[in-house]
Every structure is written in C-alpha cells, then in structure tokens.
C-alpha cells in the first residue's frame, strides 16, 4: 500500500553560488526510511537533480548545500523538490 503524504514546505531561500545551489527549507517532515527528498532544477523543460536528502525527527535536513552545473544553474526556469 502506498503512503500519501502531504507537506507544507516553506522554501525561505534559494540561492546559488560557484556550482552550489543552497536550500533554507522549514515545514518539511521527517520520511522514515522508505522516501527521501529530491531537488531538481528544470533545464531547458527538463529536470535535472540536485541531489538527495532526508528529513530528522526535528525537522532538520540532512544537507542543504547541493554541487550543480554551473550551465545548469544559469539556465534553470524552476527549482522543483519531490519525495
């Protein structure tokens, strides 16, 4: 059976320095070891990952410095985060 989870995600920054996208995220939940988070920036209509990370219990996340091309930085239209 699949879990439906719903989250209020409060993205209070992005910003992107030299190939790092940083993340300040708050509302987001813990997903137990079956799910984890993923940024994408979307590149020219597609999606392009900027990595992998979960959630603690306290709501912390596990990183929120992520390495990205540089090309692909200056060129996304969208940051996108999917579980």
Do not use: C, H
Not at 4 to 31: M, P
Not at 36 to 47: A, K
């Amino acid at each position: 059976m699949k879990k439906i989870i719903y989250t209020i995600l409060l993205l209070t920054s992005f910003s992107v320095n030299a190939g790092t996208v940083s993340l300040s995220l708050t509302g987001l939940e813990d997903l137990g070891t079956d799910a984890r988070y993923e940024g994408w920036l979307i590149v020219d209509g597609g999606p392009v990952s900027t990595g992998i990370f979960s959630v603690d219990g306290s709501g912390v996340p596990s990183q929120t410095d992520f390495e990205a091309d540089n090309t692909d930085i200056t060129n996304a239209t969208l940051f996108v985060l999917t579980i």
